[in-house]
């Protein structure tokens, strides 16, 4: 059975229709994957960058999608390569660590207007900034994007089982933030 997904790709392949399908995979993934990017860099601006090179990426890449996993979880994971690769050339530029980058992108959003948070957010977005890269990555995607274990799973490469610890510590490490700050 041929899904929309497969007529979609189909198209993204085809010189013909390439242009149109790609129209159609930006309405339909543009949103989703700007916040998965935003929960990563933090900043609108750094969030429209990375998700423009993002597409970039995948507009380039389509020939050499396998179909080996799903269209969204290839597209997921370049962009969260994409972030990842973002803030640590934006570390190694100015000369600091990755957590310098994450707790500077948090301090700014105060002041970001399209930071539509209170000021419990800012203390989870903190809390967050605690964590290490690939908890901060676990947790985001379950908490604020509620991606299924299975389908974070193609997308960072690692099996549900760990996953599912990932996500148990982050939160256990969060509580203990919120509560001691």
Do not use: C
């Not at 900043?43 to 179909?67: C, E, M, P, R, S």
């Not at 799903?70 to 997921?76: E, G």
Request: proline letters at 1%; charged letters at 30%; a neutral charge.
């Amino acid at each position: 059975m041929v899904t929309e997904e497969d007529k979609l790709l189909e198209h993204l392949k085809s010189e013909v229709y390439k242009e149109q399908a790609f129209k159609t995979l930006l309405k339909l993934y543009k949103e989703r994957l700007y916040w998965h990017i935003r929960h990563i860099v933090k900043t609108h601006a750094d969030a429209d960058d990375v998700l423009q090179n993002t597409f970039i990426k995948v507009y380039k890449g389509i020939d050499n999608f396998k179909g080996e996993s799903k269209l969204f979880s290839w597209m997921y994971r370049i962009a969260t390569n994409e972030a990842i690769t973002f803030i640590n050339k934006k570390a190694r530029r100015l000369n600091v660590s990755n957590e310098e980058i994450q707790s500077h992108a948090i301090r700014n959003l105060e002041s970001d207007v399209y930071f539509e948070g209170d000021d419990i957010q800012l203390k989870l977005q903190r809390a967050i900034a605690t964590l290490p890269e690939k908890q901060q990555l676990v947790f985001n995607m379950k908490y604020f994007e509620d991606i299924k274990y299975k389908d974070m799973s193609e997308i960072l490469d690692t099996s549900e089982g760990a996953l599912k610890a990932s996500y148990h510590i982050a939160v256990k490490k969060i509580e203990s933030y919120l509560i001691n700050n």
